[in-house]
C-alpha cells in the first residue's frame, strides 16, 4: 500500500540554524498537510497546501516557516532560524482529495531537538 | 474555535475487555475522525464520521451530532490494541486533534 514518507526520522539542531524537514506524499495526492505535536501534547495543525499555494496556515505558522513543493514528488517544511521551542514530532499528511470525509494518510514523522 | 476533548487521558484493561473512548467538541462539524497513534509515534487514520456507527473489526465509532459526541468502542481488547487513539474534527482544510486517550491491554 503506498505511504507518506518523511526524512530525516529525527533531526537533531543548534539553536538559530535552519532546517528543512522532507516528505514525500502519495504520489496521486493533491492535498498536503504538516502538523507538529510537542512532546505530552496535542497534535496541533500548522499548514496545508494545495496547487502550489498555501491554503491555510495556523498561527503558529509564522515567518520563520515556509513550505515548498520544490518537484512535484517532494513537499517540505523549513524552518529558518529554530528555536527551543520548536522541538517536536513533526508529521506530513496527504489526501487525494479535500473534504471532510477524506482520510488524510500520515507519515511516521520527524522528531526535531533544538540544542 | 473548536474544541475537541477526550475522556479518559488513560485507560488500562486485561485483554477481552470492553474499551470506550470517549470525544466531544464544542462546534457543529462536518465529519469526525478517529486515529491511532503507535508508540513510535506514526498515526493511521481508522475511521471518518459524519453520522450514525461505523464497524471495522472489532472497532465501532458512533457518533451524535445534535449531542456533539463520539465514542470508539474495542470489542475483545488484545494487547496489540495498546496505542494512544485520538479524535480530530474537520475544520474547513485541516484536522482539530483531540487530547488523545492513551490505552493500555495487559495479557
Known amino acids: 500500500e503506498p505511504e507518506v514518507t518523511q526524512t530525516p526520522s529525527h533531526q537533531v539542531t543548534q539553536m538559530g540554524q535552519e532546517v528543512i524537514l522532507r516528505c514525500v506524499p502519495i504520489s496521486n495526492h493533491l492535498y498536503f498537510y504538516w502538523y507538529r505535536q510537542i512532546l505530552g501534547q496535542k497534535v496541533e495543525f500548522l499548514v496545508s497546501?494545495?496547487?502550489?499555494?498555501?491554503?491555510?496556515k495556523s498561527e503558529i505558522f509564522d515567518d520563520q516557516f515556509s513550505v515548498e513543493r520544490p518537484d512535484g514528488s517532494n513537499f517540505t517544511l523549513k524552518i529558518r532560524s529554530t528555536k527551543l521551542e520548536d522541538s517536536a514530532m513533526y508529521f506530513c499528511?496527504?489526501?487525494?482529495?479535500?473534504?471532510?470525509?477524506?482520510?488524510?494518510?500520515f507519515g511516521d514523522g520527524t522528531r526535531l531537538s533544538i540544542l | 474555535k473548536n474544541e475537541v476533548e477526550q475522556s479518559p487521558q488513560n485507560l488500562t484493561a486485561q485483554e477481552g475487555e470492553f474499551i470506550t473512548i470517549n470525544c466531544s467538541y464544542s462546534?457543529?462539524?462536518?465529519?469526525l475522525h478517529w486515529l491511532q497513534q503507535h508508540p513510535g509515534g506514526g498515526i493511521v487514520s481508522l475511521f471518518m464520521l459524519s453520522s450514525g456507527k461505523k464497524k471495522h473489526g472489532r472497532l465501532i465509532a458512533t457518533i451524535n451530532i445534535q449531542e456533539k459526541h463520539s465514542s470508539l468502542h474495542i470489542t475483545a481488547s488484545h494487547p496489540r490494541d495498546s496505542a494512544v487513539y485520538i479524535c480530530a474534527v474537520w475544520d474547513t482544510d485541516k484536522l482539530i486533534f483531540g487530547t488523545g486517550t492513551r490505552l493500555q491491554v495487559f495479557p
Open positions: 499528511a496527504s489526501s487525494r482529495y479535500r473534504g471532510p470525509n477524506q482520510p488524510q494518510h
Open positions: 462546534v457543529g462539524i462536518s465529519a
Open positions: 497546501f494545495y496547487n502550489n499555494e498555501i491554503s491555510e
